[in-house]
C-alpha cells in the first residue's frame, strides 16, 4: 500500500464526518436529547482525527499512525454515532478501544 493511499482514506472519511455532522446538527432530533452530545462528540473526534490522517504520509510510520488513526475513527466515532441513532449505550462499548487507538496514534509519533 502506497503512503499516498491514506490520502484518499482521509477524503473518505472527510467526506463522511462532514456528511455526519451535518446530519447530527440539521436532521438528528433523538428524544433523549443526551444523545445529540453524543453525536457531536462522536463528529468532533471524526473530523479532528481525519484532518490529521491527511498528514500520515509525512510521518515516520505511515501505515501505523494512518491504520490506528482509521480504527479509532470507526471504533470510537463510530460506535458513539450508533449509540446515539440508536439511543441506546450498549452500542458504545467499542469506544474506549477506539480511544485508546487515537492515543496509540499519536503516541507512534514518538518513535
Known amino acids: 500500500?502506497?503512503?499516498?493511499?491514506?490520502?484518499k482514506v482521509a477524503a473518505v472519511s472527510g467526506v463522511?464526518?462532514?456528511?455526519l455532522g451535518t446530519y447530527g446538527a440539521h436532521g438528528f432530533r433523538p428524544q433523549n436529547p443526551s444523545y445529540k452530545e453524543v453525536w457531536q462528540t462522536a463528529s468532533l473526534?471524526?473530523?479532528?482525527?481525519?484532518?490529521?490522517?491527511?498528514?500520515?504520509?509525512?510521518?515516520k510510520h505511515p501505515h501505523l499512525f494512518?491504520?490506528?488513526?482509521?480504527?479509532?475513527?470507526?471504533?470510537?466515532s463510530g460506535s458513539c454515532y450508533t449509540a446515539a441513532l440508536y439511543e441506546d449505550r450498549k452500542?458504545?462499548?467499542l469506544a474506549p478501544v477506539g480511544g485508546f487507538a487515537f492515543i496509540a496514534a499519536w503516541a507512534s509519533l514518538l518513535f
Open 16 to 19: 463522511a464526518a462532514l456528511a
Open 91 to 93: 452500542y458504545s462499548m
Open 66 to 76: 494512518g491504520g490506528l488513526l482509521t480504527s479509532g475513527i470507526l471504533l470510537f
Open 45 to 59: 473526534y471524526h473530523l479532528v482525527h481525519t484532518a490529521a490522517l491527511v498528514t500520515a504520509p509525512f510521518t
Open 1 to 7: 500500500m502506497n503512503a499516498l493511499t491514506w490520502h
